[in-house]
């Protein structure tokens, strides 16, 4: 089992985004969005990670995340994408983001 780590990067009244990471690497982003009664998440992965690390991953989301801001739901859904990060895009020229350009690099 991997040990993974959740940095927020953003957060309002009915929802979060964490950045998710391993040891070695970044591995995807996850937003959760808050009902009354349920959860509902998008999860983003690195194109290489296999479906079992991905159901392990949803199920350390559930238990760190998701539960621990709700005491009662009745359902976490979970949308998976998977693929490579571009980068990052900001109208503020002040941020310190990684350029990418045409070619992806």
């Known amino acids: 089992m991997a040990d993974y780590s959740f940095e927020r990067i953003a957060r309002t009244a009915q929802s979060e985004a964490y950045r998710i990471e391993t040891d070695t690497a970044a591995i995807g982003r996850v ?20 479906e079992d690390e991905i159901e392990e991953l949803i199920s350390e ?15 976490f859904v979970v949308n ?18 990684d350029e990418v350009d045409a070619s992806g690099n």
Do not use: C, M, N, Q
Request: aromatic residues 14%; proline residues 2%; negative net charge.
């Open 61 to 75: 989301i559930d238990a760190r995340l998701v539960s621990t801001a709700d005491e009662y739901r009745e359902d």
């Open 31 to 50: 937003d959760l969005h808050f009902t009354d009664a349920k959860t509902y998440g998008t999860l983003v992965v690195h194109a290489a990670l296999p």
């Open 80 to 97: 998976v994408w998977r693929g490579e990060e571009f980068g990052t895009f900001s109208e503020d020229d002040t941020d310190d983001f």
